[in-house]
Nanobody
Framework: QVRLVESGGGLVQAGGSLRLSCAASGVIYNANSMGWYRQAPGKQRELVARIISGGSTNYADSVKGRFTISRDSAMRTVYLQMNSLKPEDTAVYYC?????????WGQGTQVTVSS
């Protein structure tokens, strides 16, 4: 079983920065991808950024140039560095791991950006 625990959310003013972390435990070797999604009130969950198994990355257009996804060498922790935050980035951010066509999710961490 895979367990994902996020940390690093909080309240920040527009223009500020936050760094989210997601620690993975359990069997995650050969994961297809590790990444971050977010869900704002009344909206669908959307991809923010992910790292594919070969190391390539995908970003939502809305965060390109502001957010950076990375992972540690053991590939058990994935980070999301968020700079130049905007009020529209306010959402619950979820860590996601895809392995053998199964999706695993963390419990989510709230990010609130005040104007």
């Amino acid at each position: 079983q895979v367990r994902l625990v996020e940390s690093g959310g909080g309240l920040v003013q527009a223009g500020g920065s936050l760094r989210l972390s997601c620690a993975a435990s359990g069997v995650i070797y050969n994961a297809n991808s590790m990444g971050w999604y977010r869900q704002a009130p009344g909206k669908q969950r959307e991809l923010v950024a992910r790292i594919i198994s070969g190391g390539s990355t995908n970003y939502a257009d809305s965060v390109k140039g502001r957010f950076t996804i990375s992972r540690d060498s053991a590939m058990r922790t994935v980070y999301l560095q968020m700079n130049s935050l905007k009020p529209e980035d306010t959402a619950v951010y979820y860590c996601n791991v895809v392995r053998r066509e199964l999706n695993y999710w963390g419990q989510g961490t709230q990010v609130t950006v005040s104007s």
